[in-house]
C-alpha cells in the first residue's frame, strides 16, 4: 500500500503550520498508515521559496494512494491544488476529521 500525504494550510501560520502536520502524521502512523507529511520535506527547512515546497507535493501527492486534508485546507491554495490533483488521479480523499471520527 503506497502512503497517504497530509494536506493543509501552512502560508500565514505559526511555524507554518507544523505542529498540526507533525500531530496528524502521528495520529495516521499509530493507526499503522505510511504517511508522507510534507512538514518533513526538506528537514523541515521553512526557507524555501512557495514553488519548491509545490514541486515537492505534487511528486509526493502523485505517489500517494491518498490525501489527508487538515482543517482549514479549503483557505490554503496549495491544499486545494493538491487535493485538485489527487481528485483527477482518481486517489482516495478525506479529512483529518474523518479519520478521528471513526478511529473511536
Known amino acids: 500500500m503506497k502512503p497517504l500525504y497530509i494536506a493543509g494550510p501552512m502560508t500565514g501560520y505559526d511555524d507554518f503550520n507544523f505542529p498540526a502536520f507533525h500531530a496528524a502524521a502521528a495520529f495516521l502512523r499509530s493507526l499503522d498508515f505510511d ?18 515546497y509545490l514541486r515537492e507535493a505534487v511528486k509526493q501527492v502523485s505517489e ?9 485546507w479549503k483557505a490554503s491554495k496549495g491544499a486545494r491544488l493538491e487535493r485538485h490533483i489527487a481528485i483527477e488521479l482518481g486517489l482516495e480523499v478525506t479529512t483529518l476529521d474523518n479519520f478521528v471520527r471513526h478511529a473511536d
Open 35 to 52: 504517511v508522507i507529511n510534507p512538514a518533513e520535506n526538506f528537514d523541515g527547512d521553512q526557507s524555501l521559496g512557495w514553488q519548491t
Open 64 to 72: 500517494s494512494d491518498g490525501i489527508v486534508l487538515l482543517p482549514g
